[in-house]
């Protein structure tokens, strides 16, 4: 499965993008997925970035300092399952009023459908298009016994928000493509595809070698602009992980909708 870009957008330059990463089931990449967006907008296109992490009990987005990104409460303060929807409206209004060009959202999974509920309820989406600002979401699909899982949170997302989705689809548990490649959200019949603005792919790495290398630098939270600082890694092993992010980017950029801003 390669990378397809399916929408055409409108010729109008929107004034900025917002990026939320969702997927109901915990554990499966999401932050990984949101710490590559993030530094593919911000190192990759120089572009202008906000970053927040809604996620209540695992604030690995937020532990990335060249990022600066800022953690926000969305949760009763005695309850971190139970969104506070005042607290959301109050978010919503700080992405509207950023200087931002490109904002990008971690979302935690115990959140997953009060969240998805807030947006479709409050219509939120249509709200930023109203502002001129392009939503578009990112969800993840694993392999092996998480499979049915993370499709089941692909499938909700699609087929409820009509804004593009970008699904990465991550081999680090096992294969996925052959499984999604017979899939119903992979057919052309498909009612919801046109939703789907692109397959994103994490390929499975040599869990001795490149895969060990990504672990490393993923557990000291650094970006890729500050490789040579990370000390756990040798010189050989900073080259691999350079050509890892280097792959990830190129494969972004061939996403139209992540780069209809430069026509």
């Not at 930023?128 to 699909?141: K, L």
């Not at 996925?176 to 792919?201: C, G, K, P, W």
Request: with cysteine; net charge negative; glycine share 4%.
């Amino acid at each position: 499965m390669k990378v397809q870009r399916k929408i055409k957008m409108a010729k109008h330059k929107p004034f900025k993008q917002v990026h939320i990463i969702l997927q109901g089931k915990g554990g499966c990449g999401k932050s990984l997925v949101s710490t590559i967006v993030a530094q593919y907008f911000k190192l990759h296109k120089g572009r202008n970035i906000e970053a927040f992490d809604l996620d209540q009990v695992n604030t690995t987005l937020s532990q990335y300092k060249n990022l600066d990104v800022k953690h926000i409460r969305i949760t009763e303060k005695d309850n971190i399952n139970e969104i506070n929807q005042r607290l959301l409206d109050g978010f919503i209004q700080a992405i509207i009023e950023s200087d931002a060009e490109t904002i990008i959202v971690d979302t935690g999974s115990n959140t997953f459908l009060n969240l998805l509920d807030y947006l479709i309820q409050n219509q939120i989406f249509d709200l930023f298009y109203s502002f001129q600002i392009t939503p578009v979401i990112h969800t993840v699909i694993v392999g092996a016994g998480d499979y049915n899982d993370t499709l089941h949170g692909a499938k909700t997302i699609i087929e409820n928000l009509s804004v593009p989705v970008v699904v990465w689809v991550n081999e680090y548990y096992g294969e996925v493509i052959e499984r999604l490649q017979s899939s119903e959200i992979n057919s052309d019949e498909y009612t919801h595809s046109n939703t789907i603005a692109a397959f994103m792919l994490l390929p499975k790495l040599n869990t001795k070698l490149q895969g060990k290398d990504l672990e490393i630098f993923i557990t000291n939270r650094l970006t890729i602009t500050e490789i040579e600082t990370c000390k756990d890694l040798s010189l050989v092993a900073k080259i691999r992980v350079r050509k890892i992010f280097a792959d990830y980017f190129n494969d972004l950029d061939k996403i139209g909708i992540l780069n209809n801003n430069e026509e």
